[in-house]
Each structure stands twice: as C-alpha cells, then as structure tokens.
C-alpha cells in the first residue's frame, strides 16, 4: 500500500479522491457565491441616483431635494450631481451630495462621467427639472425584491 496517504492518531491511513473534493467544492461555491449575490440584491442593493444639470441652475435644487425626500433610509442611496456650473457647490455638499463637474457638451457624456463615481449596484437617473414622489425609490427596492 503506498506511503501517501493521510494517517490519524490511531494509526489508521486513509486517501483523499481529490478530483471528488475539487468538484464538490466548485459546486458549493458557486451555490453560495450565487446566494450570497441573490441576498445582497434583495436586502442590500445600494442604489446611486444620478442628476445631470447641463445649464439648468434653477430647478436642480428642487430635484435634488425631492430624492433627499425619499422614504428609503438614507444609507441605502447616495445622490451625485454632475453638472457644467460651480454654483451650489457648498449647498450640495453639505446636504451630502456628491458633486462632478464635467464640461462635456452632450447628456451622454454627463452620465459616463458620473457612472465613475456611482459606487451603487442599482443606477437611477433623475432629471434636474423633474421631481420625484416620495415613495419612489422604497417602491423600487420593493420591486426588485419581487423580482429577485
């Protein structure tokens, strides 16, 4: 009998069939890598609201307030504003709002610079001239619970 095999305190040998542990280590992983995301997108899916304002100075704090406004705790979505403009600045950040400045022409543009700093798995955009309802985000996380 060969030497290589694993011996216990009693003396007693026994063999690993290490293509039988790799294969059922890979399937329980990828079973509890696939719940773990499942869970993480049900109960913990962190969610970036995005508000261009491209020469548009005097509806962006209305529409930043009505995502400030949501019935969704706070720590569970962040706001970032990406704009041509340095007015409101101050006002932003104290209200916690991230702020990008991008001189970009077109909306596109605007939105691909602020994808860089949304660190949310879930992407909502807002206008800066439009306003939400308060329950908005809360009966979006309620959807993607059905969902997932």
């Known amino acids: 009998m060969p030497e290589d095999g694993l011996k216990t305190s009693d003396g007693v040998r026994f063999y690993l ?14 079973l509890i890598i696939s719940f773990l995301f499942f869970f993480f997108l049900l109960f913990c899916a962190f969610i970036s609201v995005i508000i261009a304002a491209h020469n548009k ?7 930043v307030n009505s995502a400030l406004n949501q019935t969704l705790p706070k720590d569970e979505y962040e706001i970032i504003v990406v704009k041509n403009f340095s007015e409101y600045d101050d006002i932003l950040k104290n209200l916690g709002v991230k702020t ?8 596109g543009a605007y939105i ?3 994808l860089s700093y949304a660190e949310g798995e879930v992407i909502c955009f807002l206008d800066d001239v439009n306003i939400w309802i308060l329950w908005k985000l809360e009966k ?3 959807h993607l619970r059905k969902k997932a």
């Not at 069939?17 to 990828?30: G, L």
């Not at 100075?57 to 529409?63: C, D, I, N």
């Open 112 to 114: 691909v610079n602020a």
């Open 140 to 142: 979006l996380r309620r």
């Open 17 to 30: 069939d290490f293509k039988y542990i790799t294969k059922n280590y890979y399937i329980t992983s990828v």
């Open 57 to 63: 100075r005097e509806f962006l704090l209305e529409a």
């Open 100 to 107: 990008v400045f991008s001189n970009e022409e077109n909306q």
